[in-house]
């Protein structure tokens, strides 16, 4: 049973798994450092040497024993339109906007138009 050492925020923690797939992983991450799972993802970054950063593991990856990896928690909350300021907004159509960010750096903003809701993401 491989065991993965899990970084997530100022916590480290070894993880043993009985699969080492990303969403055995997953659930096991959510149920052990007691993370709200509604409404959330994880992902799980790896060191990689070649480009000396921690690169976002894809489905299909393998997770080995003695593992280190980093976790990261995508929060999504959707406002309804009664929520939102419409005074604020140029128009209807600039309403959803997703902030993406990552690590704590804001990394862009994207806006859909045609939509009555406003879609948030904060990053734990």
């Keep these: ?12 923690k ?35 040497n070649d480009w000396e950063e921690e690169i976002d593991l894809a489905p299909g990856d393998e997770i080995v024993d003695k593992d280190r990896l980093t976790a990261v928690v995508i929060r999504t909350t959707q406002v309804t339109p009664s929520t939102i300021n419409r005074g604020a907004m140029t128009s209807e159509s600039e309403v959803s906007c997703i902030a993406l ?7 862009g ?6 939509t009555l809701y406003v879609t948030a993401a904060t990053f734990e």
């Design 1 to 12: 049973m491989p065991t993965v050492l899990i970084n997530y925020q100022e916590r480290k």
């Design 14 to 48: 070894a993880i043993s798994i009985e699969d080492t797939d990303l969403l055995t992983l997953a659930a096991r991450f959510f149920d052990v450092f007691e993370v709200e799972s509604e409404g959330a993802t994880v992902t799980f970054q790896r060191y990689d």
């Design 101 to 107: 960010a990552l690590k704590k750096y804001f990394r």
């Design 109 to 114: 903003l994207i806006c859909k138009q045609g």
